[in-house]
């Protein structure tokens, strides 16, 4: 009964103070959810003020094949390190050249920061993208039979109509009568 009023007690003071907080060898997680931080990454959940999914152009390890965008940095590699409170900080500002255009006038809420840290953090631990390589070559393969059947519809084209019209036009000599 005492474990429980003090796994309680750390857990609303976590919830206020916003850090985790360890009691014994249990730790408690930051506030904000894991689950909505996901959804928010990848899209399937709207920002509040219509800001992009971070998932649009940053790869996250170990997360599967659909965290594997390449325009901004591999999160795991970044923030796998990181402190909540540094990543908070980060996500409030958004101090890159390329995200500032994207999202100026579109702050996070502490309410989806939250949420983002929750997820991205335990999710950066488990390191970088692997087995990408499949999907690189489903696209090859595509892209090389897309290729291909268009190599082979250009070998059967029609002669142009202009040539179709002339072969078929009576000689005459001299002049359009």
Not at 58 to 68: V, Y
Not at 102 to 123: N, Q
Not at 125 to 132: N, V, Y
Request: hydrophobic content about 45%.
């Amino acid at each position: 009964m005492h474990a429980g009023r003090v796994a309680l007690l750390a857990v609303a003071v976590g919830v206020a103070g916003g850090a985790g907080v360890s009691v014994g060898a249990a730790e408690f997680p930051l506030p904000g959810s894991a689950q909505a931080g996901r959804d928010l990454f990848t899209g399937a959940r709207r920002f509040q003020n219509n800001g992009a999914p971070c998932g649009a152009c940053h790869a996250l390890g170990g997360e599967g094949i659909a965290f594997t965008a390449s325009l901004g940095g591999e999160l795991a590699t970044d923030l796998a390190t990181m402190e909540p409170e540094a990543l908070d900080g980060l996500l409030e500002t958004l101090p890159f050249p390329t995200m500032t255009p994207i999202y100026e006038g579109r702050a996070l809420t502490p309410a989806e920061r939250a949420d983002l840290t929750a997820f991205l953090i335990p999710a950066a631990k488990k390191g970088p993208p692997t087995g990408t390589w499949h999907f690189e070559a489903c696209g090859a393969l595509v892209a090389g039979v897309l290729f291909l059947g268009l190599v082979l519809a250009s070998r059967r084209r029609k002669t142009p109509s202009r040539a179709r019209l002339l072969t078929r036009a009576p000689h005459s000599h001299g002049g359009s009568r």
